[in-house]
């Protein structure tokens, strides 16, 4: 079920209401339910693959807590074998058949397995890493392990972010499964302040954009250098107003019923670094992957080459969670490259700012810096977006050669949708500034009934005229 | 601790629930009211009737440029479109019966009422056509579909009026209650969805951009398109032939319960208004995809005078029109079983010309 569906604008007053009205001991239960329900939209029959690797986890935990050396150990290793084996069957299988059909075919062997025939279970990537930071806390001995097969079910099925996140770590969320969640009247109507506001970055923007970006992305060699470089900082845009803008949604419906689910992005275009942005996007995700593959390696209290080592690993890695493509695997390479090449000549770096005495201006400093991150990023979601690795090098060289002066913008764009694009854009920058200095909910509850009414009239309007409607799945639901 | 927090309900939370429902019910009033300013200043102001689908802007425009030359019209949905050849229709009746007709098709993909009737209405209202007869496709009232929710084809049409006649309709229908409420959400939805301008700007925006396009094509001569031979669901159109078989053979009977009154009624004011600007309404009712659509549509077509309906739908008196060997699907003729079809609504029509 899209939260952008006719089927969620059902679903979701329906759960909430039915909760808030059942006692508090089958609220759980509840939510399991509409949790199945939920998932089943999808592909039903893929809800029994959910629970096998529910159940191997869930009793994994139990026996890891109550093991201790090698056999302990072995517990982890098979639940995290087991879950791993789902995601490798379901999302890399035929990524790596179909590489070595390629190797086969240059060297001359005769190499026939044929694909599977399969559809990628939705937010499998995400439920899988959500199950394995249980059985990795337990291990550690930061979590004791969940009893009630139900809750724990719950736990890795709970409906607003089973399907793209936050990844949630068990510390955060199951403790809340057993509290008692009144009905909160700040809660809730934060709960859908913030979904609206997810609702507008979604709808109004990211859906926008995606007419503007595919038409161009899907025929890179049919457009100039300075087209694709336009239409590449938009997709910066694009990507984080869908994703972001689906964060928003889950978390402030997950509120709204009294639950909290963490921060998953942080104004990440206004990072000054690339190692900022990577607190701030996505945190839910990164955190993860610092966790449980960067610092278990070392992360950087080794020896310098390790560390870039690692850097390099836990990116490349990140970059495979994202898809099975080596477009992904390039993405999350780029990304990792500038880490090392940031963290290989920050001295050098402070040596030119001071000899060229930007250090006085630290306006234009910080500017310049956010500037060169926005830049670098974007470069590198042009193998997130590209269909191949073909097109991204494409786009990339055509890119490079792009002539300023002739930027050749032709009549691709529908003028009407990229100046509003432009406009919403700039609102929603502008918001989100106002927001981190002078936190924008609290501004206005502070103000008069009329004029919050006011302003939350023109913000529906606005969602219901300028948005586009017509279902478009989220980005990241492909993960 | 019972199931249900009733007590804890009323005495913890409702109040608290009771005001914040209170304020989403204002604030969604609010939010209704100025969309109907911006539909009232700018929308209606800037949209014409048309503006719902391509092809109807796109014939609508061929037919005002050549109103002259047009007064027979056809209305309808793809059994329309499809299967009327105005050049064949003319001709046939144009010699048997002495005549001077110069017919038009105006069917469209899956128009059917209320958005047939809200066309034919518009039509007279605003483009002063010089009509003499107009032969309008009666289907009962069309399925709601989830899948075209929140489109611009799917509420375009939807006005006081249209609600009206829809919704009291399916409320005076033989539908089976779950029908009935599923059918009447959805129109629900429909009607939210236009007061509230729900992604309207972008499809005006798209309507915009596609007047040069509409402007310079329209689709077939005279607006008949023909389909190429491909039958594929041959069981399917079995169950059409059994399905008239079954109506014709219970004629009487069903043309004999108890007749939808608000939908005669939504007829019967299309019916005075063509009568108003001289025009001669004329329903056809062709082949129906089950039998509950004929049990539907017999008793209102009992109640309209012979000289304003054709019936081109038995089994019995059309068998050729059943055959796979002339089909393009279970739903839709060929362009061969187009002329078949036309030749025997000209037939028909010149029987009460």
Known sequence: ?479 | MGFFQVKDLFTSNFDVMKKLILKIISLLILVGVVNAIINHFFYDKKLPYYWGNETISSKRNFLVKNKAHFNTLFIGSSKTKYQIDPILFDSIVNKTNNGNIHSYNLGIDYMMPPESFYIYKSLLDNDSLHLKNVIIEIDFFRKAETENLFTWRNYYWVNPGTYYDYTSSLLSSHYTPLLKAWNLTIVNIMAVTKIYNIGKFNEYVQFKKNQFSINKTFEGENGFVGLPHRIEQQSKLEEVKNASITAYSNYDKWSSMKKNQAFFNSLEKIIQLSNKKGVRLIFLLPIQWQSMQYKELFPILKAIPNRNKLEIADYSEYKPLFNADISFDYAHLDSVGARIYTRDVAQAFGKIY
Not at chain 1, 149 to 176: D, H, K
Not at chain 1, 214 to 235: E, K, Q, R
Request: proline content about 3%; aromatic content about 20%.
């Open chain 1, 1 to 479: 079920m899209l939260f952008n569906s006719f089927a969620f604008l059902l679903f979701f007053p329906i759960v909430t209401c039915i909760y808030f009205i059942l006692s508090y001991k089958y609220r759980w239960l509840w939510l399991l339910i509409a949790s199945c329900v939920f998932y089943m939209f999808f592909i039903p029959k893929y809800i029994i693959i959910l629970f096998v690797t529910i159940t191997i986890d869930y009793w994994a935990g139990i026996k890891i807590a109550s093991s201790t050396g090698p056999v302990k150990k072995r517990y982890l290793l098979i639940s995290i074998i087991s879950t791993v084996l789902v995601l490798a069957i379901f999302k890399y299988a035929n990524f790596f058949n179909n590489n070595i059909h390629q190797l086969a075919h240059l060297i001359h062997w005769n190499y026939s397995l044929t694909s599977l025939d399969i559809i990628l279970p939705i937010g499998l990537s995400f439920h899988t890493f959500q199950s394995l930071s249980y059985v990795i806390e337990v291990y550690r001995g930061n979590h004791k392990p969940e009893k009630n097969y139900g809750i724990y079910s719950l736990y890795v099925m709970f409906f607003p972010q089973l399907v793209a996140g936050p990844i949630e770590r068990p510390q955060n969320i199951l403790y809340q499964f057993y509290e008692k969640h009144d009905f909160n009247y700040k809660d809730v109507t934060s709960g859908l302040k913030l979904m609206a506001w997810g609702f507008f970055k979604k709808l109004v923007i990211a859906d926008r954009l995606s007419a503007i970006i595919n038409p161009v992305y899907n025929n890179p060699g049919h457009y100039s250098g300075m087209t694709l470089i336009f239409v590449t900082l938009l997709f910066a845009q694009q990507i984080y107003c869908d994703f972001s803008g689906y964060s928003d949604i889950a978390i402030g419906m997950a509120r709204v019923i009294g639950f909290r689910l963490m921060k998953n992005f942080d104004t990440p275009y206004f990072s000054k670094s690339i190692s900022e942005f990577w607190t701030r996007w996505h945190i839910s995700l990164s955190t993860w992957f610092r966790d449980y593959v960067y610092i278990p390696l070392g992360g950087s209290r080794v020896v310098k080459w390790r560390w870039y080592y690692n850097l390099m690993i836990t990116f490349l890695l990140s970059g495979l969670w994202h898809g099975a493509n080596w477009t992904f695997v390039i993405w999350g390479g780029l990304n990792g490259l500038y880490l090392v090449i940031e963290v290989s000549t920050s001295r050098f770096r402070k040596k030119a700012t001071d000899f060229v005495g930007l250090n006085r201006f630290p306006l234009i400093l910080d500017g310049l810096r956010v500037i060169k991150t926005v830049l670098l990023i974007s470069l590198a979601w042009v193998f997130f977006r590209a269909n191949t690795a073909s097109d991204a090098f494409l786009i990339l060289s055509k890119i490079f050669k792009a002539n300023i002066f002739h930027p050749a913008f032709s009549t691709f764009i529908d003028p009407y949708s990229l100046f509003l694009c432009l406009i919403f854009i700039f609102l929603l920058e502008i918001a989100q500034l106002y927001h981190k200095k002078y936190n924008l909910a609290k501004v206005l509850s502070e103000k008069p009934i009329i004029y919050r009414f006011a302003v939350y009239t023109i913000f529906l309007v606005i969602i219901l005229n300028f948005g586009i409607f017509s279902s478009k799945g989220f980005i990241y639901f492909q993960f």
